[in-house]
């Protein structure tokens, strides 16, 4: 059946702030929908509160507002627009609540608008978990025994009749907010007291737990026709009581007979067809009992593009989200195109001839006082990806990829020896527990007491085992002596040259020269959905040690882009907006475009947004191997964030052309002595400073400066580790800290300017000409970090005079930095003087930000000017605005019930939101202001 021809006009809901439970696979999953209909000649509006996104940018849609996610912003469009449809299935929960409000509300059929993608009355069921089961036993799918409670009594009732443990769950919440797993009468009523007050609903859900069963999800699509596919069948490591977005993940499914997939396929396929008629995505999760029975229980079922579709689509090259987008406007699976062979239907189920393997990504140093044990409430902030042909690779590649300062999985002397510290990890799991459970078995501690410990798999165990083994044999040996066959092994089995180094007690170089004499080398493996069935037609690669390479390399002119990885606090999905308009701009000057990133979230990695795309670690040994093959003009770091940056140090040693701003001007600014002496050279007011490399430097240095103190190291992003000090007692413990978890660093002591404005000013610059694009002013004064401030654009009560002072350094500092690119500069204003905190050469968290403010994507003209292609001069900027955009930080404390709540100068948001006003008399803006007035004064 062709595409409803009745559908002219979309309107798709995105998730707004990213908050933990929520994030950036929702920007993918709405801006690969968009992309598809946009296709179709279908006009595109969306909504989404969300700024640092891609998906709000006027490359995706045709209409963007950017607007609270309130059925009020819905009627607004409504009226403005002739909207036919309405897809909110790309949004996650957030959307999928405001559509059903709106549906409640009747603005739907007011409006004359149809919802595509989804069946109002399967979010109703699949959400009400009572009908939910009654359904569930109507079509004999088994679950866990399970009730609904509306109150303190009703539950407490159900906990005597099931037994402990028991599974508390609160209804209509995202993430797994208000779950976890209770074992005694004092954890349950306290879960059941704060899952009644979160669940919008006042409903929480008790199951009785089914601890150290095996968790699986199936991915599936369904069309108007009733047919369905498979995409991709994902298996937790981790066993049923830990949220799987906190659980490290493997496609395909490596442990389950395939008996019990079969089975398992037909169940979910029964479930999707008992919940609705709808034609789109779903997201099954299973529970598998740990024995030979292999017994199947149902968990959930979520009738929308889902947070492991995005996975999915990495792990897959099936694009879920784009294909979702069309059944929802008619199409039918047969009728479709697969996107990476171009020649097979979408009707096709892939088949994978590697492993994927996903761990996330934890800040809970961020969180002070934040309990790190996981369980049913999802705590991390991101996540990688790694592909290999065998699981052991890939679990390499996403260690490596990781960016917690480990090499990969062993192998860098790193390793806990503490037996009872193992023992706690085991039991009482956190984001380490991993590495834990291969210190535990290079220890020596029993196979049983470890499965018994953690409850996973015995063939995920053995795996970790095998490569320790592997280790042993590689230790009796030197670089000049070890046999090509087991260098070989342990590159196929995912190790770095620099754990193989660190085995056999010699340099990274050594183990690299000497792998390249013995021709191993690293060669690129299509992702095709097919196994290599049919010819893929999309440049989509990761890396392996075999012998073909599929990788074919041009006679083009190239440009490598290093993207941001793993998303955390401090390096979100702002700098993969940079990466995207690196990529577009690149394009544009006749550049054949590579991407390299590890995050399966994000849309830099989805298959079609660059010519080629390296689905690799950012991580030096695979970012040299690239370069090395493929022969770039040269490569972009500075939209990267430090992931990028990081390894700007050794390109430039290897030779590796930097596209824009050097790897010196870069260094000065990241290196708070060097900066602080150029600032004193142009004689640019800054704080009082000193750098120090030890405890007793700090104190004899504090003397000097007087207290409060700002303790901050070099070379970090979202201010990590930075405090503000008011004693010896506090900078001696402090400095302490910082060199016991960075000894490498050399820490910088501000003197703290209490009491001071902030602001920041973002610009452009080629080297001689600086454009200043926009100067935001904090509201809350100096020592919160910027990313946790509301900001204001342009400023609300800067003069003329601070502000020529705020504009003429810049540009001093711009051009003394040879900045080619993009620059950002924060300020602390007191007594009229603009004091200078930090330059940051490259592409900073505000991009995005004033690039939705003003409606101009600035870093796409920056990056020509970093490519040598365009000159400040030839800059036309028209920006939109027509009042003030405020920069509204999101956070997720709720995940952290006993968290330190308290704003410094290290970030805590995991989100932000946008909001426009035409004057400061604006209640908003008062409202504001008053309430962070407030907060400051306790």
Same mark, same amino acid.
């Given at each position: 059946? %062709?595409?409803?021809?009745?559908?002219?006009?979309?309107?798709?809901?995105?998730?707004?702030?990213?908050?933990?439970?929520?994030?950036?696979?929702?920007?993918?999953?709405?801006?690969?929908?968009?992309?598809?209909?946009?296709?179709?000649?279908?006009?595109?509006?969306?909504?989404?509160?969300?700024?640092?996104?891609?998906?709000?940018?006027?490359?995706?849609?045709?209409?963007?507002?950017?607007?609270?996610?309130?059925?009020?912003?819905?009627?607004?469009?409504?009226?403005?627009?002739?909207?036919?449809?309405?897809?909110?299935? &790309?949004?996650?929960?957030?959307?999928?609540?405001?559509?059903?409000?709106?549906?409640?509300?009747?603005?739907?059929?007011?409006?004359?608008?149809?919802?595509?993608?989804?069946?109002?009355?399967?979010?109703?069921?699949?959400?009400? /978990?009572?009908?939910?089961?009654?359904?569930?036993?109507?079509?004999?799918?088994? &679950?866990?025994?399970?009730?609904?409670?509306?109150?303190?009594?009703?539950?407490?009732?159900?906990?005597?009749? =099931?037994?402990?443990?028991?599974?508390?769950?609160?209804?209509?919440?995202?993430?797994?907010?208000?779950?976890?797993?209770?074992?005694?009468?004092?954890?349950?009523?306290?879960?059941?007291?704060?899952?009644?007050?979160?669940?919008? $609903?006042?409903?929480?859900? $008790?199951?009785?737990?089914? &601890?150290?069963?095996?968790?699986?999800?199936?991915?599936?699509?369904?069309?108007?026709?009733?047919?369905?596919?498979?995409?991709?069948?994902?298996?937790?490591?981790?066993?049923?009581?830990?949220?799987?977005?906190?659980?490290?993940?493997?496609?395909?499914?490596?442990?389950?007979?395939?008996?019990?997939?079969?089975?398992?396929?037909?169940?979910?396929?029964?479930?999707?067809?008992?919940?609705?008629?709808?034609?789109?995505?779903?997201?099954?999760? =299973?529970?598998?009992?740990?024995?030979?029975?292999?017994?199947?229980?149902?968990?959930?079922?979520?009738?929308?593009?889902? !947070?492991?579709?995005?996975?999915?689509?990495?792990?897959?090259?099936?694009?879920?989200?784009?294909?979702?987008?069309?059944?929802?406007?008619?199409?039918?699976?047969?009728?479709?195109?697969?996107?990476?062979?171009?020649?097979?239907?979408?009707?096709?189920?892939?088949?994978?001839?590697?492993?994927?393997?996903?761990?996330?990504?934890?800040?809970?140093?961020?969180? +002070?006082?934040? +309990?790190?044990?996981?369980?049913?409430?999802?705590?991390?902030?991101?996540?990688?990806?790694?592909?290999?042909?065998?699981?052991?690779?890939?679990?390499?590649?996403?260690?490596?990829?990781?960016?917690?300062?480990?090499?990969?999985?062993?192998?860098?002397?790193?390793?806990?020896?503490?037996?009872?510290?193992?023992?706690?990890?085991?039991? *009482?799991?956190?984001?380490?527990?991993?590495?834990?459970?291969?210190?535990?078995?290079?220890?020596?501690?029993?196979?049983?007491?470890?499965?018994?410990?953690?409850?996973?798999?015995?063939?995920?165990? /053995?795996?970790?085992?095998?490569?320790?083994?592997?280790?042993? *044999?590689?230790?009796?040996?030197?670089?000049?002596?070890?046999?090509?066959?087991?260098?070989?092994?342990?590159?196929?089995?995912?190790?770095?040259?620099?754990?193989?180094?660190?085995?056999?007690?010699?340099?990274?170089?050594?183990?690299?020269?000497?792998?390249?004499? &013995?021709?191993?080398?690293?060669?690129?493996?299509?992702?095709?959905?097919?196994?290599?069935?049919?010819?893929?037609?999309?440049?989509?690669?990761?890396?392996? =040690?075999?012998?073909?390479?599929?990788?074919?390399?041009?006679?083009?002119?190239?440009?490598?882009?290093?993207?941001?990885?793993?998303?955390?606090?401090?390096?979100?999905?702002?700098?993969?907006?940079?990466?995207?308009?690196?990529?577009?701009?690149?394009?544009?000057?006749?550049?054949?475009?590579?991407?390299?990133?590890?995050?399966?979230?994000?849309?830099?990695?989805?298959?079609?947004?660059?010519?080629?795309?390296?689905?690799?670690?950012? =991580?030096?040994?695979?970012?040299?191997?690239?370069?090395?093959?493929?022969?770039?003009?040269?490569?972009?770091?500075?939209?990267?964030?430090?992931?990028?940056?990081?390894?700007?140090?050794?390109?430039?040693?290897?030779?590796?052309?930097?596209?824009?701003?050097?790897?010196?001007?870069?260094?000065?600014?990241?290196?708070?002595?060097?900066?602080? !002496?150029?600032?004193?050279?142009?004689?640019?007011?800054?704080?009082?400073?000193?750098?120090?490399?030890?405890?007793?430097?700090?104190?004899?240095?504090?003397?000097?400066?007087?207290?409060?103190?700002?303790?901050?190291?070099?070379?970090?992003?979202?201010?990590?580790?930075?405090?503000?000090?008011?004693?010896?007692?506090?900078?001696?413990?402090?400095?302490?800290?910082?060199?016991?978890?960075?000894?490498?660093?050399?820490?910088?002591?501000?003197?703290?300017?209490?009491?001071?404005?902030?602001?920041?000013?973002?610009?452009?610059?080629?080297?001689?000409?600086?454009?200043?694009?926009?100067?935001?002013?904090?509201?809350?004064?100096?020592?919160?970090?910027?990313?946790?401030?509301?900001?204001?654009?342009?400023?609300?009560?800067?003069?003329?005079?601070?502000?020529?002072?705020?504009?003429?350094?810049?540009?001093?500092?711009?051009?003394?930095?040879?900045?080619?690119?993009?620059?950002?500069?924060?300020?602390?204003?007191?007594? +009229?003087?603009?004091?200078?905190?930090?330059?940051? %050469?490259?592409?900073?968290?505000?991009?995005?930000?004033?690039?939705?403010?003003?409606?101009?994507?600035?870093?796409?003209?920056?990056?020509?000017?970093?490519?040598?292609? *365009?000159?400040?001069?030839?800059?036309?900027?028209?920006?939109?605005?027509?009042?003030?955009?405020?920069?509204?930080?999101?956070?997720?404390?709720?995940?952290?019930?006993?968290?330190?709540?308290?704003?410094? %100068?290290?970030?805590?948001?995991?989100?932000?939101?946008?909001?426009?006003?035409?004057?400061? /008399?604006?209640?908003?803006?008062?409202?504001?202001?008053?309430?962070?007035?407030?907060?400051?004064?306790?």
């Amino acid at each position: 059946m %062709p595409r409803d021809k009745s559908i002219k006009s979309i309107l798709i809901i995105g998730s707004g702030p990213i908050v933990i439970g929520q994030a950036c696979e929702f920007d993918y999953s709405g801006s690969q929908a968009a992309k598809s209909l946009r296709d179709e000649g279908i006009e595109v509006t969306l909504i989404n509160s969300n700024p640092a996104t891609i998906m709000t940018d006027p490359v995706v849609a045709d209409n963007i507002y950017l607007k609270p996610l309130t059925y009020e912003s819905i009627e607004e469009i409504l009226k403005k627009h002739d909207i036919d449809a309405v897809l909110p299935t &790309m949004g996650g929960q957030t959307a999928l609540n405001l559509a059903i409000k709106c549906d409640e509300l009747g603005l739907w059929d007011e409006y004359g608008v149809k919802m595509v993608g989804v069946d109002i009355n399967a979010i109703e069921i699949t959400e009400n /978990r009572e009908a939910f089961r009654d359904l569930m036993e109507r079509i004999d799918i088994p &679950m866990a025994p399970q009730a609904a409670a509306k109150s303190f009594l009703e539950g407490k009732e159900i906990a005597q009749k =099931f037994g402990f443990p028991l599974c508390v769950r609160a209804s209509y919440t995202l993430g797994g907010a208000g779950a976890a797993v209770v074992y005694n009468e004092g954890e349950f009523d306290k879960l059941l007291t704060r899952g009644l007050h979160i669940s919008p $609903i006042h409903e929480v859900m $008790i199951d009785k737990a089914v &601890m150290g069963w095996k968790e699986y999800e199936l991915e599936l699509l369904r069309d108007g026709n009733d047919n369905v596919v498979i995409i991709c069948s994902i298996e937790n490591f981790d066993p049923m009581g830990i949220h799987t977005g906190d659980s490290i993940t493997v496609a395909p499914a490596m442990t389950l007979s395939d008996t019990t997939f079969q089975k398992m396929r037909d169940m979910a396929i029964k479930m999707m067809r008992a919940i609705g008629n709808f034609a789109g995505g779903c997201n099954v999760q =299973f529970a598998v009992s740990n024995d030979e029975n292999e017994d199947i229980i149902a968990i959930e079922i979520n009738p929308r593009v889902s !947070r492991s579709s995005a996975l999915a689509s990495k792990a897959t090259g099936y694009p879920i989200a784009k294909i979702a987008a069309k059944l929802a406007i008619g199409y039918h699976l047969d009728e479709l195109k697969n996107q990476i062979t171009k020649t097979t239907s979408a009707l096709f189920e892939p088949t994978l001839d590697y492993v994927i393997v996903k761990i996330p990504r934890w800040n809970f140093s961020k969180f +002070d006082g934040a +309990d790190p044990q996981l369980g049913l409430q999802m705590k991390s902030v991101g996540e990688v990806m790694g592909i290999g042909r065998s699981f052991q690779e890939a679990l390499q590649k996403a260690c490596q990829s990781l960016e917690i300062g480990r090499n990969g999985l062993g192998a860098d002397g790193r390793e806990l020896t503490n037996q009872d510290k193992i023992l706690y990890s085991l039991e *009482k799991p956190s984001g380490d527990r991993l590495f834990h459970i291969y210190d535990a078995i290079k220890l020596g501690i029993p196979f049983k007491t470890i499965k018994e410990k953690t409850r996973i798999d015995n063939w995920f165990l /053995r795996q970790i085992e095998d490569l320790i083994h592997l280790e042993r *044999k590689i230790e009796k040996h030197k670089v000049e002596d070890i046999p090509k066959e087991l260098l070989f092994e342990a590159k196929q089995k995912g190790y770095a040259d620099r754990q193989i180094a660190h085995l056999l007690r010699c340099l990274e170089s050594e183990v690299y020269s000497k792998r390249n004499e &013995m021709g191993i080398k690293r060669v690129y493996k299509l992702v095709d959905t097919c196994a290599a069935e049919f010819e893929a037609q999309t440049p989509y690669y990761y890396s392996t =040690f075999e012998e073909e390479n599929e990788s074919v390399v041009t006679d083009k002119k190239k440009i490598v882009v290093l993207g941001s990885g793993p998303n955390r606090i401090g390096q979100g999905i702002e700098f993969d907006y940079s990466c995207v308009h690196g990529v577009l701009a690149a394009k544009e000057c006749g550049y054949e475009t590579i991407m390299i990133n590890c995050n399966p979230e994000t849309v830099s990695t989805d298959f079609d947004t660059a010519d080629k795309l390296y689905f690799e670690p950012v =991580f030096w040994e695979h970012i040299y191997d690239i370069i090395l093959h493929e022969n770039p003009e040269g490569v972009i770091v500075q939209l990267g964030g430090q992931t990028a940056l990081k390894l700007a140090e050794k390109l430039e040693r290897y030779g590796i052309k930097i596209m824009g701003t050097s790897y010196d001007a870069l260094d000065l600014a990241e290196d708070r002595g060097r900066f602080s !002496r150029l600032l004193k050279e142009l004689e640019i007011p800054y704080p009082k400073f000193g750098v120090v490399e030890s405890a007793e430097q700090a104190l004899d240095l504090a003397q000097e400066l007087g207290y409060p103190l700002l303790v901050r190291p070099s070379y970090v992003l979202g201010g990590q580790k930075m405090k503000i000090v008011i004693n010896d007692h506090d900078l001696e413990h402090h400095v302490v800290d910082i060199l016991n978890e960075m000894p490498e660093n050399q820490i910088l002591l501000d003197h703290f300017l209490g009491g001071a404005i902030e602001a920041e000013a973002d610009a452009i610059c080629d080297g001689e000409n600086v454009y200043i694009i926009g100067i935001m002013q904090h509201i809350e004064p100096a020592g919160i970090h910027s990313g946790d401030s509301y900001a204001v654009l342009p400023p609300y009560n800067l003069g003329d005079l601070i502000v020529h002072q705020i504009e003429d350094i810049t540009k001093k500092i711009a051009v003394a930095l040879r900045t080619v690119g993009l620059i950002n500069i924060q300020f602390a204003i007191k007594d +009229d003087v603009v004091y200078v905190i930090e330059a940051n %050469p490259r592409a900073s968290r505000t991009v995005p930000f004033i690039a939705k403010a003003y409606g101009e994507p600035y870093v796409n003209f920056a990056t020509k000017v970093m490519l040598g292609e *365009k000159k400040v001069t030839d800059f036309k900027f028209n920006p939109n605005q027509n009042g003030y955009a405020i920069k509204v930080p999101v956070f997720s404390f709720e995940k952290f019930p006993n968290v330190n709540k308290e704003l410094g %100068p290290e970030m805590k948001s995991t989100g932000e939101a946008i909001e426009f006003i035409k004057n400061l /008399r604006d209640p908003l803006f008062q409202k504001i202001y008053s309430e962070r007035n407030l907060y400051l004064s306790k």
